[in-house]
């Protein structure tokens, strides 16, 4: 029998599942407990496949449990891309690259086994000086200084004084910090080794920024100290400048969750657009500051200030980052220094997202269809595996349900490949929940998109060159973070729908 | 409607799982072979279901322990977990992405136990100390070890009789020179083509003591007998002569334990074949 067509192209990666969002660059962390393995599985025939099932062997670390699931498909068409992801518990995983095989068999054919490499950083915080470390194989990134735009404060749920008060829900917008990159061993030469052999040192920075922001929204969501996070949460908060709407009251937690999360993914990204995609700090600061022959590198400090001329981070806008950093590189001789002052942009943009709804719908009647487009700059559209994306529908009364987007050409979406991110849900399934809550069917629905890029590196580039393929950066959020109190609500819906029973 | 699930025992030696195998190296998807000690391997089982309903989301764990007759939970390392989903008649090869690295203080020689798992065929629960491999379908055991000799090399190996907590007695250890190994196991040790090649009986014995002698001669008997405490270990050697085997031919050492009821308690099988040359 022939072996089935499958394979997965793109690395795998992190969806966290209370925010539903992709950790920067996919990478997985142990900070948090549980995150879903995801990948896209494509149909590399010129063949549709008939009863496909999709499952999970194992992974490479003990450390790591998955929970066993087995995805099928009737139908998978002819160079489709379909989205699977396996929920797993990282508490006890370790740092560094993890092989994970999954297994995709159609009927009347034989099984493939595909074998994939994540990979997995270590975040803590320690409690007493606030300091986060992020540790992967290659060394570890010690961030002392963690300064942040907070929210105002009128959008807390409540003040210090108040003993029911929890943390904040962020966003947080970056505004400096310090990270000190020791690398494991020290290294002699210009350039040390990059994690995983791959992303820049500042992912490692925009990671600890993403997870410190979620276990915050978690904390505030469900108090301190809950299961799913494994370290603290705060930041150094330096203004109380930014707005951005809290999820409405009598909303589900799973959507306090995704928007708080999307909010702060999106403030976040500053992190990474600050620090340059082409090379980051580390990178050009070790070109600046060749050491001399037999000098050992012990540790890489970055200094760094971020100002926003134009406003807030907004998803999917070409949007300018002020940058300041200093690099100091730490010799077992001497230290070097190397200053850039510059304007960095966000280059992981969009030209626009449509979103096709029908203007009214009938609950019982048939599943509410959502179909999106993200356009490319430049013209052409994100299409199949280029995206990993969501919709939020929001009910009248503010309940919250999440809808995946697909353009693999499965049931609502009539092609794969071709630009259109479909989903569909069937407002009768979720009726029962509305009804349990007191809440209405009938009335203005309200749809919110998110979409973040996926990592397009293959295992055969260079490191350095597949160092400048990143993935996770939004594209387009329902959620916008502004400076400017005087602006609406920035819970931007992209389409309406009237719902009738 | 029921599933039986299963990883079959070896023939006649139900301790020489054809099912189990191991591809040392680096590299999950390379050939099978023998494991070295200190280095990386991965482990692999061959699952089927017999019965008429299918089952998803099968777990198989996979357990190493030292080289004994009588292999226990209580003194077996999990390696690691695979998942596989089996439709009835379907056989499956099923890959423990852990790798596993063979101890140092065994030389490499150790033996795994391979046991699948799912609610619609359960194991007993609680699980019995004992893997006891004849009496689940589920549950095999892979205590084969390729042993490379050459013509002057000796060598003794200790083999650990264990008796399960609670229970104990007398215990006949015994070695069994006959028989091939099929080409599904001869694989499964990366020795696929080889032929079964005659032995001097004399060349091997059963020795309580370890080590070698300085002239070279084997000590020991094909058959020892032992009073065993109950949840107590005790080691017996297998002495290997210098023996100057033919290339690409091999020849199966099984040494089996049988407890007071004359049932076969355990047994662990050694290949010996020549050493590559250098």
Same mark, same amino acid.
């Given at each position: 029998?022939?072996?089935?067509?499958?394979?997965?192209?793109?690395?795998?990666?992190?969806?966290?599942?209370?925010?539903?969002?992709?950790?920067?660059?996919?990478?997985?962390?142990?900070?948090?407990?549980?995150?879903?393995?995801?990948?896209?599985?494509?149909?590399?025939?010129?063949?549709?496949?008939?009863?496909?099932?999709?499952?999970?062997?194992?992974?490479?670390?003990? *450390?790591?449990?998955?929970?066993?699931?087995?995805?099928?498909?009737?139908?998978?068409?002819?160079?489709?891309?379909?989205?699977?992801?396996?929920?797993?518990?990282?508490?006890?995983?370790?740092?560094?690259?993890?092989?994970?095989?999954?297994?995709?068999?159609?009927? &009347?054919?034989?099984?493939?086994?595909?074998?994939?490499?994540?990979?997995?950083?270590?975040?803590?915080?320690?409690?007493?000086?606030?300091?986060?470390?992020?540790?992967?194989?290659?060394?570890?990134?010690?961030?002392? %200084?963690?300064?942040?735009?907070?929210?105002?404060?009128?959008?807390?749920?409540?003040?210090?004084?108040?003993? %029911?008060?929890?943390?904040?829900?962020?966003?947080?917008?970056?505004?400096?910090?310090?990270?000190?990159?020791?690398?494991?061993?020290?290294?002699?030469?210009?350039?040390?080794?990059?994690?995983?052999?791959?992303?820049?040192?500042?992912?490692?920075?925009?990671?600890?920024?993403?997870?410190?922001?979620?276990?915050?929204?978690?904390?505030?969501?469900?108090?301190?100290?809950?299961?799913?996070?494994?370290? &603290?949460?705060?930041?150094?908060?330096?203004?109380?400048?930014?707005?951005?709407?809290?999820?409405?009251?009598?909303?589900?937690?799973?959507?306090?969750?995704?928007?708080?999360?999307?909010?702060?993914?999106?403030?976040?990204?500053?992190?990474?657009? &600050?620090?340059?995609?082409?090379?980051?700090?580390?990178?050009?600061?070790?070109?600046?500051?060749?050491?001399?022959?037999?000098?050992?590198?012990?540790?890489? %400090?970055?200094? !760094?200030?971020?100002?926003?001329?134009?406003?807030?981070?907004?998803?999917?806008?070409?949007?300018?980052?002020? !940058?300041?950093?200093?690099?100091?590189?730490?010799?077992? !001789?001497?230290?070097?220094?190397?200053?850039?002052?510059?304007?960095?942009?966000?280059?992981?943009?969009?030209?626009?997202?449509?979103?096709?709804?029908?203007? !009214?719908?009938?609950?019982?009647? *048939?599943?509410?269809?959502?179909?999106?487009?993200?356009?490319?700059?430049?013209?052409?559209?994100?299409?199949?595996?280029?995206?990993?994306?969501?919709?939020?529908?929001?009910?009248?009364?503010?309940?919250?349900?999440?809808?995946?987007?697909?353009?693999?050409?499965?049931?609502?979406?009539?092609?794969?490949?071709?630009?259109?991110?479909?989903?569909?849900?069937?407002?009768?399934?979720?009726?029962?929940?509305?009804?349990?809550?007191?809440?209405?069917?009938?009335?203005?629905? %309200?749809?919110?998109?998110?979409?973040?890029?996926?990592?397009?590196?293959?295992?055969?580039?260079?490191?350095?060159?597949?160092?400048?393929?990143?993935?996770?950066?939004?594209?387009?959020?329902?959620?916008?973070?502004?400076?400017?109190?005087?602006?609406?609500?920035?819970?931007?819906?992209?389409?309406?729908?009237?719902?009738?029973? | 409607?029921?599933?039986?699930?299963?990883?079959?025992?070896?023939?006649?030696?139900?301790?020489?799982?054809?099912?189990?195998?191991?591809?040392?190296?680096?590299?999950?998807?390379?050939?099978?072979?023998?494991?070295?000690?200190?280095?990386?391997?991965?482990?692999?089982?061959?699952?089927?279901?017999?019965?008429?309903?299918?089952?998803?989301?099968?777990?198989?764990?996979?357990?190493?322990?030292?080289?004994?007759?009588?292999?226990?939970?209580?003194?077996?390392?999990?390696?690691?977990?695979?998942?596989?989903?089996?439709?009835?008649?379907?056989?499956?090869?099923?890959?423990?992405?852990?790798?596993?690295?063979?101890?140092?203080?065994?030389?490499?020689?150790?033996?795994?136990?391979?046991?699948?798992?799912?609610?619609?065929?359960?194991?007993?629960?609680?699980?019995?100390?004992?893997? /006891?491999?004849?009496?689940?379908?589920?549950?095999?055991?892979?205590?084969?070890?390729?042993?490379?000799?050459?013509?002057?090399?000796?060598?003794?190996?200790?083999? /650990?009789?264990?008796?399960?907590?609670?229970?104990?007695?007398?215990?006949?250890?015994?070695?069994?020179?006959?028989?091939?190994?099929?080409?599904?196991?001869?694989?499964?040790?990366?020795?696929?083509?080889? /032929?079964?090649?005659?032995?001097?009986?004399?060349?091997?014995?059963?020795?309580?003591?370890?080590?070698?002698?300085?002239?070279?001669?084997?000590?020991?008997?094909?058959?020892?007998?032992?009073?065993?405490?109950?949840?107590?270990?005790?080691? $017996?050697?297998?002495?290997?002569?210098?023996?100057?085997?033919?290339?690409?031919?091999?020849?199966? $050492?099984?040494?089996?334990?049988?407890?007071?009821?004359?049932?076969?308690?355990?047994?662990?099988?050694? $290949?010996?074949?020549?050493?590559?040359?250098?």
């Amino acid at each position: 029998m022939a072996q089935t067509p499958m394979t997965i192209e793109r690395r795998p990666f992190s969806v966290e599942p209370f925010t539903h969002m992709m950790l920067p660059d996919g990478i997985f962390d142990t900070a948090l407990i549980k995150q879903r393995i995801t990948c896209y599985y494509t149909n590399v025939s010129g063949q549709d496949l008939k009863h496909a099932s999709i499952y999970l062997e194992g992974v490479g670390d003990p *450390g790591i449990v998955p929970v066993a699931e087995t995805h099928v498909f009737a139908e998978i068409p002819a160079g489709a891309s379909v989205r699977v992801s396996w929920l797993a518990d990282f508490q006890n995983a370790t740092p560094g690259k993890k092989m994970v095989s999954f297994i995709a068999q159609a009927d &009347g054919m034989d099984l493939n086994r595909t074998i994939e490499r994540i990979f997995v950083s270590e975040t803590k915080q320690d409690a007493n000086t606030g300091e986060y470390t992020c540790t992967v194989e290659e060394g570890t990134l010690r961030i002392s %200084r963690f300064e942040m735009i907070g929210p105002k404060s009128e959008w807390r749920p409540c003040d210090d004084k108040d003993e %029911r008060c929890r943390p904040s829900q962020g966003p947080w917008v970056p505004a400096g910090m310090t990270a000190v990159w020791e690398p494991n061993p020290g290294y002699q030469g210009v350039h040390g080794e990059l994690p995983f052999a791959d992303p820049w040192w500042k992912i490692l920075a925009w990671i600890v920024a993403v997870v410190a922001a979620i276990v915050a929204i978690v904390a505030a969501v469900m108090g301190a100290g809950t299961a799913g996070i494994a370290i &603290g949460g705060t930041f150094d908060e330096s203004t109380g400048e930014v707005n951005c709407c809290e999820p409405a009251p009598g909303a589900i937690p799973g959507s306090a969750f995704t928007v708080a999360g999307a909010a702060s993914v999106v403030a976040m990204v500053a992190v990474a657009v &600050g620090l340059a995609d082409d090379a980051d700090p580390w990178w050009r600061g070790q070109e600046a500051t060749p050491p001399g022959p037999g000098e050992t590198t012990l540790a890489e %400090r970055v200094e !760094v200030s971020f100002d926003y001329p134009e406003g807030a981070p907004t998803a999917g806008k070409d949007f300018p980052v002020q !940058v300041k950093w200093t690099y100091r590189r730490q010799t077992d !001789v001497k230290a070097y220094e190397h200053s850039v002052e510059e304007e960095q942009r966000n280059l992981h943009v969009s030209d626009g997202v449509t979103v096709d709804v029908p203007a !009214v719908h009938h609950a019982f009647a *048939g599943p509410l269809v959502i179909r999106s487009r993200f356009a490319r700059e430049g013209g052409g559209f994100f299409a199949g595996q280029d995206l990993y994306a969501f919709a939020l529908l929001r009910s009248p009364d503010d309940v919250y349900f999440v809808v995946d987007l697909a353009d693999d050409g499965i049931e609502a979406d009539e092609k794969a490949n071709d630009g259109t991110y479909t989903g569909s849900i069937h407002l009768e399934r979720i009726y029962p929940i509305l009804l349990k809550q007191g809440k209405k069917l009938e009335g203005l629905w %309200r749809v919110y998109l998110f979409a973040q890029d996926v990592n397009d590196a293959t295992p055969d580039m260079l490191p350095e060159v597949a160092a400048t393929h990143i993935g996770g950066f939004p594209i387009a959020s329902g959620i916008n973070v502004t400076f400017d109190p005087n602006l609406p609500c920035p819970l931007e819906a992209k389409a309406t729908v009237q719902v009738v029973a | 409607m029921s599933a039986q699930l299963v990883i079959r025992d070896g023939e006649p030696h139900w301790w020489a799982s054809q099912d189990i195998w191991v591809v040392p190296g680096d590299d999950p998807a390379g050939a099978p072979g023998a494991p070295i000690a200190g280095e990386s391997a991965y482990l692999w089982a061959r699952t089927r279901n017999d019965g008429d309903q299918a089952v998803t989301g099968a777990r198989v764990d996979w357990y190493w322990s030292n080289p004994a007759t009588g292999v226990l939970r209580s003194n077996s390392q999990l390696v690691g977990s695979g998942f596989v989903d089996l439709a009835p008649g379907e056989v499956k090869e099923v890959l423990c992405l852990v790798p596993w690295v063979p101890v140092l203080v065994n030389d490499g020689h150790e033996c795994v136990v391979a046991e699948i798992h799912h609610a619609a065929d359960p194991l007993p629960n609680p699980l019995p100390d004992a893997f /006891q491999p004849p009496a689940f379908h589920q549950v095999a055991q892979r205590n084969l070890t390729v042993l490379e000799v050459a013509p002057k090399k000796m060598m003794a190996l200790p083999v /650990q009789l264990g008796a399960p907590q609670r229970i104990g007695g007398a215990v006949e250890v015994f070695l069994d020179l006959d028989g091939e190994l099929d080409e599904e196991t001869l694989a499964g040790l990366g020795l696929r083509g080889f /032929q079964r090649a005659a032995l001097d009986p004399g060349h091997v014995a059963l020795s309580w003591r370890g080590g070698c002698r300085a002239d070279g001669e084997i000590v020991g008997e094909h058959r020892l007998e032992a009073k065993m405490e109950p949840g107590v270990s005790r080691s $017996v050697h297998l002495h290997v002569g210098a023996l100057d085997l033919p290339r690409r031919t091999y020849v199966p $050492v099984h040494i089996v334990s049988r407890g007071r009821d004359e049932r076969l308690a355990g047994g662990i099988t050694y $290949v010996l074949t020549a050493a590559e040359e250098a």
